[in-house]
């Protein structure tokens, strides 16, 4: 008997299969967000938001179990915490689908931000999840507000920001290692999006919220936390936000420019051109001026028309000098107010103006790279916009010019 | 000594072996990290000194035709002197190759498989490289001729989809020679320059039974220089795609980079073609330290080579996993170790002493032929 291919068989079984790590699909629960939060007695609570995957398929759209389940423990590393939530959960969690990791304002401004190291290090973390810092409420509670279109929180916030991000900006579009390698560069302090909630936090855990027309409760984009190093030192308005990742990777955004001088009179008593920025593209400088940096940005794009409240001649060559002269005019004045604020209220290089001026001046930043943020502080700005308006949209003039003035 | 077969590699299997032999661990293990941004220009200047080793190794071999690094030492120091010598460089062979094996099988583990123990990923491994060197040095220059297009192309891909998905910053890159010259000459030696540059020395046994070895010499020259491009393309793609302290932290670098890739929202997570080429690199690397060390023992033994496979293919497999404790002594003693006190002398002190004793023992044959 010839027993030598069943011997060859047995063998390739051993070593073909790659059976030691298999995870089964009925084994495993998808982990979509993580909240972490100061512990009562220990050093953090971990929430993670587990999505009910039942809930999602056509045969069972029953719309009576939760679209999500969360389940909290409190520990010393986050590493444990997420090995030990099967106290509560029956299945293995997997975290290679996690989209949004929210971190708790106290985590934030204590400076605990150890637990990172586990998202950094494992394999199982993918970069591509949202890092946000929570104000008002604790991190879990964001967790747990559902949104009727897109039921699963994280998946909702997820999607928002990304939808921001592409239509206004007000997002600074940061990653895990950005944000990571903003703690450990000398010439950039990282930064982090920030979300509020509206409404109230317990009508927002039950589908119920999603029944209602006026939802209840609801969870905003509330511009960005700003650090320096590893702690929370303050927040930035959604428009300030925006002026900041213009200075980074902003693609689009709208802008309203008043057409006449800014005077005296209140907003609302002004006209204004409603602009849309795209392919706007950034770049940022730092020169030395007699030995002392000067940081420089220089914006330039395209914008269009989209609405105008003026009653200027679209049609003529002037104007659209003069409305381009005024939105560049605009533009560099938001971008200076915001890099000044963040120069007198923090302090903190968020900008990466350090890098570029490591690249640029390599040796002169040598000698102040320990107290670059001083530097920074101190610094002049020059705020250059070069956009060009390009085209008004379906329409010549504007009807508002054409209104039959009677005196 | 009749019954050992003399075997022929082609010289664009030469190339191949060499090819991959050197891009192998050194595109995925972190290299020249002590030049930061500059590590590119490390890998620039150890290629060249990488020529002049291939030049060097080279010469040795044409002083004596037909001779491999061994018979050379026993043609130069006698039959125990030479034997001594040859026993030597046979643990070095093995200690390498079970080093180069263990790079992967951390890899594996860390990355892929976490439960499963590294033993079995060793021993896979080695039952293939066992297979294919019981076949002959000509099976295992068949087998990369049929994945070096595969080989190639995934490198080259790899580059130019993460430069699609947005994740490059050239910026990275600068500034250009910011510290000076010191840090790449720091880079360079001794590390660079014995790894992956200096591992040659193992070719000195294969060189030897290529088809034509007057043309030989440009070849190692040429695959030399091509896979030293290839490096320092790789050492760009992983600077500008992760930043220079993320690559010092990373493990392996062109993994960690490979993750970044996202084509359309729709092609991810293709990091496994990295380890498709980290596993074809580490073949070849094993397979061709191995041979060495199989050479060395058919020589001594006086029997073919192929009798040692299974023995030592054991012995590499054990070593590979009991080698170090613990992933830190294993990259530091490769770091600091390794290189001073193994490569160092046995890839350029030892042939370097044998080289005067060559020169007149060849001259001296020469002249008694006239």
Redesign the interface.
Known sequence: MNRKPFLLLVICMGFLTGCWDRVELNDISIVTGLAVDKGKEMKYKLTVEIVNASQFSKSQMGGEASPAITYSLEGNSVSELVHKMNIGITRRLIFSHTRVLYIGEEVAKEGVLEFLDYLDRSGQFRNDFNIVITQGEKAEVFTKITYPVQKVPSLKMHKQTQSFIEEWGGDPGVRLTDFISAVTSLGRNPVAAAIKLKGDPKKGSSSENNQSLDIESLVEMNGMAVFQDDKLVGFLDLTDTRNYYWTQELKNTSLSVPCAKQDEAKSRDQLFNDLRVTETYTQLKVDLKSGRPVLKVKITGETRIEATQCPDDITKIETYNKFEKQTNEFVANEIQKTIEKVQEEYGADIFGFGEVFNRQHHKEYKKVEKNWDEVFAQAEVEVESDLHLRRSGIRAKSFISEIPKQD | MKNILVEKLSLWQLFILIFIFEIGSAAVVSTGNDAKQDAWIALGVAMIFGLGIGLFFHFLLSRAPGKNLFEIFQLCLGKWMGGALIIMYILYFIYIASRVLRDFCELIT????????VE?VAI?MV?VIIYMLYLGIEVMGRTSEIFIPYFFSFIIIIGIAVFISGEMEF?NL??IL??GIKPVVKAVFPQLLTFPFGELIAFTLIIPYTSEFKKSKKIILLAVFASGLILIYNAILQIAT??V??RARSNFPLLSSA??I?LLEFI??VDLIVVFIVMYGIIIKVGVFFYGALKGLELLSKRPYRMHVVPLGAIITFLSVKISDNFAEHIEEGLIVVPMFLHIPFQFILPLLILPILLWKTKKSKEGRE
Do not use: D
């Open positions: 860390s990355f892929i498989f976490e439960q499963t123990p079995f896979t039952v910026t600068l500034p910011g510290e992760l930043g302290q993320m993750r970044e996202s991810e997570r």
